[in-house]
């Protein structure tokens, strides 16, 4: 294939709709998810048995949904890289189910300029484990993201900005209120062994998408 068929081939609509399908499809099991564990919503229905009961069994559960929660966040990637405004939401969906939102900023302003650098945390140091890069990048996404947006208020507001105006102007506390938002209306609607898979939910997310990071930036 061409490099322009191939650039072709990637603009045209008809691809982006299987991912937008499996967008659709792993929220549905998200939802499905979490009314299974609901201690409020209890449904009369065959799809909605078998809720894990052991150690075991929950970890298997949740380590399989997980695996789809970082598949999605892969069609969520490439969603993200398109222009279309509606495309950019469904990318981002993909990561906030798992409170990720700011991966849209961290991976577009931040990794794509500083990749194979000290400053990009999605980058592994050569002999580094899987387990320690997973949690210094995702801290340090989470900081440059905000240091990002901090020098973009100043910036438009001056140095001497308040500290309040950078809190109320910066994406990351409104991602911080979506999620937040999010864990509330689980809580409240579904109760309290739902609000439990979700962070569970959260964590295998968070560790399939850095192990990708790891492998595909192992070393460089």
Sequence with gaps: MSQQSEKAFF???RFWIPLHAFNVLETLAWVWQLVLFSDNIKINSYIFQGKPETWPQFLVFSWFWGFFAGL???????LLHKRETSNKIAGTWAYTKFMYSHFLEEH???HHKTLGTPEDPATAYKGENVYHFVVRSAIGS??????RETRKIKKKYG???PFYLIVLNNKMTFYFLIHSLILATIYYFLGFSSLKYQLVYTLWGIWYLETVNY??????
């Design 72 to 78: 999605n966040a892969i069609a969520g990637h490439e």
């Design 142 to 147: 989470h900081i440059n993201t905000w240091n």
């Design 215 to 220: 492998i595909e930036h192992y070393g460089i």
């Design 11 to 13: 603009n045209d609509k």
């Design 108 to 110: 577009i302003q931040g």
């Design 159 to 161: 140095n001497d900005v």
